[in-house]
């Protein structure tokens, strides 16, 4: 699942097209899988999710944000390959939002991602991308979820 927004398959308008100059204007990160990214100001991050998942979480009051990308719900934390996991890489970025100057009590997330990418497993409850979800629901009622399924 592609994060982002195809600006050319929008229909002309002047609202797509003040969004597209402001989005063409930002600076752009593209977030790999095992990676995570804060900023206090605007940033247009790109991603793309199949099972794995994005949390991104923003303290809106103050304009600080981040998103992480993971690919399997639990693992140690490493130098090389911990973020990879899902419970290392929530953690880790609720800590660079705190070292960032977020507030918990002003955070709000989203989470996007977990889909079911494998033909043998559709339909089925348990699959990697519902993993991948279960364990950023875990973190409480801090994660708000979009839809997942079969689709992410």
């Given at each position: 699942?592609?994060t982002?927004?195809?600006w050319q398959e929008?229909e002309p308008?002047t609202?797509s097209?003040s969004?597209v100059?402001?989005?063409?204007?930002l600076p752009?990160?593209?977030?790999?899988?095992?990676?995570?990214f804060?900023?206090?100001g605007?940033?247009?991050?790109?991603?793309?999710?199949?099972s794995?998942?994005?949390?991104?979480i923003w303290?809106?009051m103050l304009?600080?944000?981040g998103i992480?990308h993971?690919l399997?719900p639990c693992?140690l934390?490493?130098?090389?390959?911990?973020?990879?996991?899902?419970?290392?890489a929530?953690?880790?970025l609720l800590e660079?939002?705190?070292?960032?100057?977020?507030?918990v009590?002003?955070?709000r997330?989203k989470?996007?991602?977990g889909?079911?990418v494998?033909?043998?497993m559709?339909?089925k409850?348990?699959?990697?991308?519902?993993?991948n979800v279960?364990?950023a629901?875990?973190?409480?009622?801090?994660?708000?979820s979009s839809?997942f399924?079969e689709n992410?």
């Amino acid at each position: 699942m592609k994060t982002d927004l195809s600006w050319q398959e929008l229909e002309p308008s002047t609202e797509s097209a003040s969004a597209v100059a402001e989005a063409r204007a930002l600076p752009a990160v593209y977030l790999h899988p095992g990676q995570l990214f804060v900023a206090a100001g605007p940033v247009a991050v790109t991603t793309i999710l199949g099972s794995c998942v994005a949390v991104c979480i923003w303290d809106g009051m103050l304009g600080i944000g981040g998103i992480n990308h993971y690919l399997l719900p639990c693992g140690l934390r490493t130098a090389s390959t911990g973020l990879r996991y899902g419970n290392v890489a929530i953690e880790s970025l609720l800590e660079k939002l705190a070292r960032a100057g977020a507030r918990v009590s002003n955070l709000r997330a989203k989470l996007f991602g977990g889909a079911c990418v494998l033909d043998a497993m559709r339909g089925k409850e348990g699959h990697l991308g519902d993993k991948n979800v279960e364990m950023a629901r875990c973190r409480g009622n801090l994660i708000m979820s979009s839809y997942f399924g079969e689709n992410g």
